[in-house]
């Protein structure tokens, strides 16, 4: 599904009067979970999920193939754990 079809989905299901209204609440809910998730807060939607992040330690590795060799420094990664209603909503389906 593109970005489009989801906004109009959107439209459909929140009965914007337009889809420049529906444009605009996928845009501001992806930019204030995305705000959390940078001030390293969780975003909690029951029934949903939950939105977080994860701190990732250094770790190497060795290119397949070769000999060379990796580095990959450590970081804070975004991560979602699925809500039970959502997950047997998509089980039933």
Known sequence: MT????????QKNGEFESKAAAER???????SVTEALVKKDSVSLVGFG????????????????TNKTYKKAAHTAPK????KTLKDAVAQA
């Open 3 to 10: 970005k489009a079809e989801f906004v109009e989905m959107v």
């Open 25 to 31: 609440a996928v845009k501001a809910f992806i930019e």
């Open 80 to 83: 979602f754990k699925i809500g």
């Open 50 to 65: 939950t939105f977080s992040t994860v701190e990732v330690a250094e770790k190497s590795g060795t290119v397949p193939g």
